[in-house]
């Protein structure tokens, strides 16, 4: 999976808490968990332009996730708190493709990264067009 | 919470396997999955009357949690495979109980027990009278 | 369930948005869901009180659930930011109780409250009387 | 992500209900269920190979995910049934590679499909090479 070797911008850090239900029995933060930590991430980094994704979807557009990719470096644990960098990497004509990586409070150590691809579509599943206000909103020139 | 002294007919029984994601650091089923496993088996007592929860939203009326509660008895661990049996215990004029006992393979050791409230609600979310339908569906005299 | 008619002190808040893979497909908060928040809002209190629930668990001592209750109120929908309230309500020889309760962002309107008994173990699993540590740790006369 | 044309053997067939829970306010399959459900998909390999990957670990050696993959092509609705292919398709020093294809019921339409890499670890953390035990149970030539 490509990563882009700079960070995009706009990009949003979200600050999460490694729970006792996020951990399984290796004691470490189970793999699917981190799917649910990007989308928070990406929900802030949305929210963070100025807009929930629930307006998005309001508008008559969805971004359901077309493929993911995780690469974890690093296991974190019970209580941990983890920092998670978030932006858009790439836009399609109807797609777009966020970027993650998940650092330690000091932002310095690499603990794992991924990226989401999202179909832009229709209330009625069809793909459309990523909208002019999208992109904008999104930071990204139209 | 009160919990019939002899399991109500008729009951189905759910057949599960703990996933390694269900567990947490403790090695065990993590508290919040026996919630998700009780939801599998009432979805399979109304699947075995001969209807899918989903035809029952449909035809107009969702069955939204309004309380639960779980008794935690004997922990499981990742790969035990267990058996949930489920009923309904109550029915009252816009609401109805479920109840729930986890057992072991055997189907004698008990390892949890559990009941859930739902109200009847239509699409607007407002409380509606259990529809006789839905009464002869789950085995009660209208 | 008894609820107390005044919530116990010391107390914890802990603010809590709700993530899209929280939510089900009635669009709302999934039931289960609500125990994972109360556990995230009793990892808070503890914490607040100066010490890791980790570090409880170095300690020799587990605080496993035995039992949980949760009434849900009014359901809580994608990116709504919620409030839990968490204290403890119960002392006794070898167990405690936690209450919570989930209002909106004003903190006057009640989402859903829930209780949640945990007995006091040691790493063997073995029930072991409260330590006094834990009771002064928790703000409550040894 | 590189898939194979030619699906690996021995393979693995999973059946699973999706539930309410694992369905989000988009009336699907969360994104982030996949990789609950791929590892269902893989304990249930590792068991017809005659052991469970708890007994794997007992014997010391760990399996840890460092990466994961899933394309989601066909969404998939609460109470629908769909089936869940497995089986390893990398061998390599010290990892592993699973390979996953979601299908409907009639083992035709592909809805999803996806990877995850294991690392060969023992119980301090340590890559160690896979042993020879692990792949003559999974079927490999050692």
Redesign the interface.
Known sequence: ?DFPKVFPMPDAWLTH?V???E??????L????Y??IF??SR?LFI?ERGM???TVEERGI?L?????????RV?S???DEIHVHCAVSEWNRASLRFVYEIKDPARERLLAQGS?EHACVNKLGKPVRVPDWLKALFGQPT
């Open positions: 999976m808490r729970s006792y239900g951990t399984d029995a290796m004691g470490v189970y793999y699917a968990e799917l649910h989308e928070r929900g929210r929930s994704y629930s969805l359901p996730v077309r493929e993911a990719w995780c690469r974890y296991p644990r019970y209580d989401t």
